[in-house]
């Protein structure tokens, strides 16, 4: 059964930074895109972020694009969300899934149990 797990959230402050990890097992994560969703208290969950399996390709949500970057370390079994001049409606639970280079959440079946980031103003 893969194992996806999500560190680095907390509460940070408006136009503060923070970056979350996700760290797979069980899982040929170098064959799979990673992915980053978020979902906001009463919100749908929505994407934030992929990248692709070789971490040649990235893709991001218009909401964060400028403002996150997605990296992988294939060796570590690692992705990473660097998430820089964060503001409240950054406030989310923050999830890692693997599956494939799209983004919509369908397109991904493994997911971490999610991670809190709250931006506070």
């Known amino acids: 059964q893969p194992q996806l797990v999500e560190s680095g959230g907390g509460l940070v402050q408006t136009g503060g930074s923070l970056r979350l990890s996700c760290t797979a097992s069980a899982l040929a994560f170098s064959m799979y895109a990673m992915g980053w969703f978020r979902q906001a208290p009463g919100k749908e969950r929505e994407f934030v972020g992929t990248i692709s399996a070789d971490g040649g390709g990235t893709k991001y949500a218009d909401s964060v694009k400028g403002r996150f970057t997605i990296s992988r370390d294939n060796a570590k079994n690692t992705v990473y969300l660097q998430m820089n001049s964060l503001k409240a409606e950054d406030t989310a639970v923050y999830y890692c899934?693997?599956?494939?280079?799209?983004?919509?959440?369908?397109?991904?079946?493994?997911w971490g149990q999610g991670i809190q980031v709250t931006v506070s103003s």
């Open positions: 899934a693997a599956g494939s280079y799209w983004d919509y959440a369908a397109a991904y079946g493994a």
